[in-house]
């Protein structure tokens, strides 16, 4: 499923996202940088030790990844040419500003790819893992966040220095909440 924002398209992908195509792929860290489970180890395993390495760089010159931050590496031997590191949240309740920590994981991921002139980045669901973060919320805040980047992003004479960002989702009950949300904005 795809839909267009100003000029940038928005895509759903049902998939493994170390095998997505793109300039840019997320991943959904955790703060040591040093890989771990999930969509994180999947990275860094199809990436290959190049990935490591350069995070191993990052966290000796500013120890690690703060939760909301990202941080570009190479991609390695994935379909890509960057890997956007950013650690999302830990849910706890939903009262201790988990909602804003994940919004700036998605802004500061589409920040960091623009600045090293990616125009095409696919995000996996950020913190719903391991991290614990409900599904339907997690993608609700992804969605805003992602419009909210584009009327950024979009340059004021119609230019743009996104093309696409899409959600890379792993399993169907992720997938099927996107499209009712990106579906709501036809109505």
Known sequence: ME???KNVTLAIIRGDITKYATDAIVNAANSSLLGGGGVDGAIHRAGGPAILEECRKIRDRQGGCDTGEAVVTTAGRLPAKFVVHTV???YQDGSKGEAELLKRCYLNSIQAAVKVSARRISFPNISTGIYGYPKKEAAEVAVAAVKEA???YAGHSGET???EVAFVCYDEENERLYRQLLDQEGR
């Open 150 to 152: 584009i009327q950024t």
């Open 161 to 163: 220095f996104l093309e």
């Open 3 to 5: 839909k267009r924002i």
């Open 88 to 90: 999302g949240p830990v």
